[in-house]
C-alpha cells in the first residue's frame, strides 16, 4: 500500500509524537538529546506502511497493570531519519507544524555543535551553552503540547 504525505501529516497529526529526549549515560558527564518521531495505534495497516518505507523500530506494547488483552503497536524513528520524514510532511501539518519546525531548529543545532569535539578540545563554556539550548528546545517543544484554552471560545 502507497500512502500519500497528505495523508500521512493528517495520520501523524492525530496519532503521532515528536519528541525529543535526553539522557545520561554512565560512560559520559554530560546527557545526550535525540529527536524522535513515534506513532501507536492499536491497528497494524498504517504503521506497518511507515516502518516499511521509512525502518524505525514496530513492536507491541502492552499496558501496564491492565490485565485485559489488550495491546498496541508503536513504530518509532530517531535521528536524520525522523528530520527527513517530518521535512516530507511539514507542508501539510496543521497541529504539528509548530512542533515540526523546533524539531527542525534541534536538528540544525545537532549539525552545527558536535559535542564529542567541543569536550575533546577543552571548551567547557560552549558545551555548557550547547546543552542549555538543547534543553530550551526540549522544554519549548513540550510545552508545545500542552492544551491551549481560548477562553474567547465556548463548549
Sequence with gaps: MKLSDQYIAGFFDG???IHIGSQLHSWCNNPTYVLSVIVGQVRTDVISVLYEEYGGTFRKCT?????SDRYSWVWKISGKTARDF???IRPFLIQKGEEADVA???CEHKDAYDLRSLVQLGQQGTVERVLREREQMKQQLSALKKPKLDPARSI
Design 15 to 17: 496519532e503521532g509524537c
Design 104 to 106: 527542525f531548529r534541534f
Design 86 to 88: 517530518l521535512l516530507r
Design 63 to 67: 499496558k501496564k497493570n491492565d490485565k
